[in-house]
C-alpha cells in the first residue's frame, strides 16, 4: 500500500510508491488555490528527487498563474524567512527533512512566512477535488525566477541577533566538527561558523544529495561523528538534519550532549537575559520546566509539529520555545526551528559559561529518555492510544497528542507520528537505572 503522510508538517511520501507526478501536482494545486494569486518561494534540500519534485511543483504553481521565486538549495527556515523578507504570499519546501533518501515531501507555508496553521491546512484539503479542474490560459501563467541573496538573506539576520557578542566569540575561536549529512546545510552551516571565528573541521558536507547514514540526529546515527569528534580533538559537534530546522550536539569527550539540551539551554541562555514564557511541545524534556522555574518563568506545551508549537507560542507570547527534538525557535528573528539560530546562541551560552562542552552538559538538568517507534502500518493506532488512555484516566495526563502522562519519577508520551506510520514513544526517567524498566513497561503496553 503507497505511503503518503498528511499532516500539518506537511504532504510527505516515498517517491515511486505514494508521491508521485500526480499526487504532486493534486496538492500543489490545492495550495495555489488556496493562496490565491501572489508569489510564491520555493526552496529545497539537496536529495536527488528534489529537481523531479521542484520541476513539478513550479511547473503546477506557474499554470496556476502565480509567480515563483526559487531561491535554490537552502534550509527550510531559510525559505520561512523570505516569504516575509520578499513580502510573497506563500512558500513551499521540498524536503523530507529527517527522513531517509527514498522520501521526499512538501512542506507548506502561509502568508506570514509560517508553516500552515491546523485550520489553513484543512482548508486547503477542501480544495483538493477541484483543484486540478482549472489552470490558466497561455497569456495568464506566472513566472519564474531564481534569486541569488535568499541564503545571504537569513544569515545575515542571524548574525545579528541580540546578546551575541561576535567580537568576543571570533576571539574564542571554538574548535568545531561540523557533520551536515550532506544535506542543505552544507554550504551555509561551515560558512556560518567560520564568520563566529570557529576553526571548522567539515564531515559530510557535500551537495551530492546521498545521505551517508540515516538522516535523524540520533546518537545511535551518529557513531562515527562522536568518534571523529574525540579523534580531531573538537571542542564541540555540531550536527544539522538534512533541511538544517534541528540541531543537536555532541561533547569534546565524542558523547551526546542531548537533543533534548539543544533547546533547554537555549531556554536557560534566553531567559538568563529576558523574562518571559516558553512553548514546547509535549515530547519535550522536563528540563524546559526545571530552567524555566528556575526564572520564575512558566512553560506551557503544544501537540507535536511545529506549526501547532507556534500557534501555541502566540496565543501566550513566548519568547523561546521549540522541541526537544533538536528545534529552537527564537521568534525575535522568526516563528520557525532554525539551526542557525541554534547553532550561535549554544555557541555563545558555552563562551560565556566558560568551560568545557561536558561540564556545561552537566550544568543542566539531568534527565534520561529513551524514544522508540512501533510499526503502526498494520495496527490501530487510534484503538491502541484509546485503550491506553483509559487505562491511565486517573493519572495526571494530557490527550492533546496522543496520550501524554506525568508521574513523579518519569513521564511518557505516545502518538501517532505526523511524518511516518509509527507509534513515537517517549519516555524520561529522572534516575538512569530506571530508564530501560520504564521503557520495556510502555512498549509491551502498545503491542500487547
Not at 102 to 131: I, R
Not at 371 to 376: E, F, L, N, Q, Y
Request: contains cysteine; neutral net charge.
Amino acid at each position: 500500500m503507497p505511503t503518503l503522510m498528511v499532516s500539518v508538517s506537511g504532504i510527505r511520501g516515498i517517491i515511486g510508491d505514494g508521491l508521485d507526478p500526480d499526487t504532486i501536482v493534486k496538492y500543489t494545486s490545492a495550495y495555489a488555490d488556496f493562496i490565491g494569486k501572489g508569489k510564491i518561494v520555493i526552496g529545497r534540500d539537496t536529495r536527488i528527487t528534489g529537481v523531479m519534485v521542484e520541476n513539478i511543483v513550479v511547473g503546477t504553481l506557474l499554470a496556476k498563474g502565480n509567480d515563483v521565486i526559487d531561491i535554490g538549495i537552502c534550509p527550510t527556515p531559510t525559505v520561512l524567512f523570505n516569504v516575509k523578507k520578499l513580502n510573497a504570499s506563500g512558500g513551499i519546501v521540498i524536503t523530507a527533512s529527517h527522513n531517509p533518501n527514498e522520501w521526499n515531501a512538501l512542506k507548506l507555508l502561509n502568508l506570514d512566512g509560517e508553516f500552515m496553521t491546523p485550520e489553513e491546512n484543512l482548508k486547503m484539503l477542501n480544495l483538493l477535488v477541484k483543484s486540478t479542474k482549472k489552470y490558466n490560459t497561455w497569456n495568464q501563467l506566472g513566472k519564474c525566477k531564481f534569486y541569488e541573496e535568499g541564503l545571504k538573506n537569513h544569515f545575515d539576520e542571524v548574525l545579528k541577533l541580540k546578546y551575541i557578542d561576535l567580537p568576543a566569540l571570533r576571539k574564542r575561536k571554538f574548535k568545531v566538527l561540523l557533520d551536515c549529512v550532506n544535506g542543505a546545510g552544507y554550504k551555509v552551516m561551515p560558512d556560518l561558523l567560520k564568520e563566529l571565528g570557529c576553526d571548522v573541521i567539515t564531515m559530510n558536507c557535500d551537495d551530492n544529495g546521498i545521505f551517508p547514514r540515516l538522516p535523524e540526529p540520533l546518537p545511535e546515527n551518529l557513531t562515527e561523528v562522536m568518534k571523529a569528534v574525540k579523534d580531531n580533538k573538537a571542542e564541540i559537534g555540531i550536527v544539522v538534519d538534512p533541511d538544517v530546522d534541528r540541531i543537536v550536539f555532541i561533547t569534546e569527550e565524542g558523547k551526546p550532549f542531548g537533543e533534548e539540551n539543544s533547546i533547554t539551554n537555549v531556554v536557560k541562555f534566553i531567559l538568563s537575559k529576558q523574562k518571559g514564557n516558553v512553548t514546547v511541545n509535549l515530547s519535550t524534556t522536563r528540563g524546559v520546566d526545571d530552567v524555566a522555574h528556575e526564572f520564575g518563568c512558566k512553560v506551557f506545551r503544544a501537540p507535536v509539529g511545529e506549526a501547532n508549537v507556534i500557534k501555541k507560542m502566540k496565543e501566550v507570547n513566548s519568547i523561546i520555545g521549540g522541541e526537544g527534538s533538536g528545534g529552537v525557535i527564537l521568534p525575535e528573528l522568526q516563528y520557525a526551528r532554525d539551526a542557525l539560530v541554534g547553532a550561535v546562541l549554544t555557541l555563545q551560552h558555552l563562551l560565556e559559561f566558560g568551560g568545557k562542552t561536558s561540564e556545561f552538559r552537566n550544568s543542566l538538568p539531568q534527565y534520561y529518555n529513551k524514544k522508540i517507534k512501533v510499526d503502526s502500518e498494520n495496527k490501530n493506532a487510534n484503538e491502541i492510544l484509546r485503550r491506553l488512555t483509559e487505562k491511565y484516566k486517573d493519572e495526571n495526563i494530557n490527550i492533546d497528542d496522543g496520550l501524554r502522562v506525568d508521574f513523579i519519577d518519569h513521564w511518557f508520551h505516545m502518538r501517532k507520528s505526523n511524518t511516518e506510520p509509527i507509534i513515537r514513544c517517549i519516555v524520561e526517567v529522572n534516575d538512569f537505572k530506571k530508564l530501560d524498566n520504564y521503557t520495556n513497561k510502555y512498549y509491551e503496553e502498545i503491542i500487547s
